[in-house]
């Protein structure tokens, strides 16, 4: 596959701007329970969030289910409204921006392609949804930019005539991928994109997203689980606890020199391809603190085998570190 296709050329304005995506304290709550006669509990979902992603990098997002990464996801998409906090695409708020005109510049690719497809439409329909919505082309100019997406893509000719239940789970990602992509998006938000697939189809998809960002200048913001995808994907990596980020640096940085007993943890609960070593204990325990009722102090420090007295008192703050990074930990 050759990805000859001209990226979409950056408006003068928006090339002075660095930073695709930039989050400005950003916070989400809901509300639990609750009635007439009792007061619900707040559960804080995500706290005062601020990250900024240059453009044309890929922002890895790491954390246990349940920190809030999948919450975040959704204000990026307009999907959840923010409690608190601002969130730019490009430099600009998107507060009271238009769904479909914010679809214009951030796509998202899901975790399970079959369920983001609608399983009674051909391919050629669901990639070209997008151009239609927006009145983009004639219909004729429609099907090319169709069938060049699905080449880009790696699918045969014969896939814009076939329907989602009649590809396999790496074909019907590759279709996803082509719908999110036919907009050029400033931004692109991966929720776990190829957890639900085979290893070795994980990889051949791990490789497209990554050759596709280098032929459109795209910007990802990467969320997963594993760990080996993030260090083979991102040029820079956010720790998540709680609601909050605890770390963020370069790849290079977290991976080889992690600063918050967390990320440590995270980091050893790797698994080893070594027979006999078994399941690593990292040592956190496996009950996590109630979101709605958070520890004082540093969220972390009833699991944290470094901690000291003053963690349970005072919260720590994401203060630079050196070197382009920022750490959550009084001991760091």
């Known amino acids: 596959m050759t990805l000859a296709i001209e990226a979409t050329q950056t408006p003068p304005a928006e090339a002075a701007q660095p930073f695709a995506l930039e989050l400005r304290g950003l916070s989400r709550t809901f509300t639990l329970g609750g009635g007439l006669l009792r007061r619900g509990r707040t559960l804080h979902a995500v ?45 600009r708020p998107i507060v009271g921006t238009a769904q479909k005109a914010l679809a214009r510049h951030v796509q998202p690719i899901f975790q399970d392609p079959y369920s983001s497809l609608n399983p009674r439409q051909r391919v050629a329909q669901i990639v ?16 090319a930019r169709v069938a ?117 943890a995270l980091l050893a609960s790797a698994l080893t391809p070594e027979p006999g070593l078994g399941v690593p204990d990292i040592g956190l325990g496996s009950v996590q603190p109630d979101p709605s009722a958070p520890p004082p102090g540093c969220a972390f420090h009833p699991r944290c085998p470094l901690a000291e007295p003053g963690c349970s008192q005072q919260r720590p703050l994401l203060n630079d570190t050196g070197g382009d990074g920022r750490v959550a930990c009084h001991l760091a």
Request: hydrophobic letters at 40%; proline letters at 6%.
């Open 47 to 91: 706290s005062e969030v601020s990250l900024r992603v240059p453009r044309g990098q890929v922002m890895g997002l790491v954390g246990e289910s349940g920190c809030g990464k999948s919450t975040l996801a959704k204000m990026l998409l307009g999907l959840t409204s923010p409690t608190a906090g601002e969130v730019l695409i490009d430099g």
């Open 128 to 143: 070209g949804l997008p151009l239609r919505i927006h009145g983009i082309g004639s219909p004729r100019e429609q099907a």
């Open 148 to 264: 060049e997406m699905l080449d880009l893509v790696g699918l045969p000719g014969r896939a814009a005539r076939q329907y989602p239940g009649q590809l396999s789970g790496g074909q019907r990602q590759r279709v996803a991928i082509a719908r999110a992509l036919i907009m050029r998006p400033a931004l692109v938000i991966c929720d776990e994109p190829t957890s639900a697939l085979d290893v070795s189809v994980q990889a051949q998809i791990l490789n497209l997203l990554l050759d596709l960002k280098e032929a459109f200048g795209l910007t990802y913001l990467f969320i997963s689980h594993d760990l080996a995808v993030i260090e083979h994907l991102a040029d820079r990596l956010a720790v998540m606890y709680l609601g909050r980020i605890i770390e963020e640096g370069t790849r290079e940085q977290i991976f080889s020199a992690p600063r918050h007993p967390y990320t440590r």
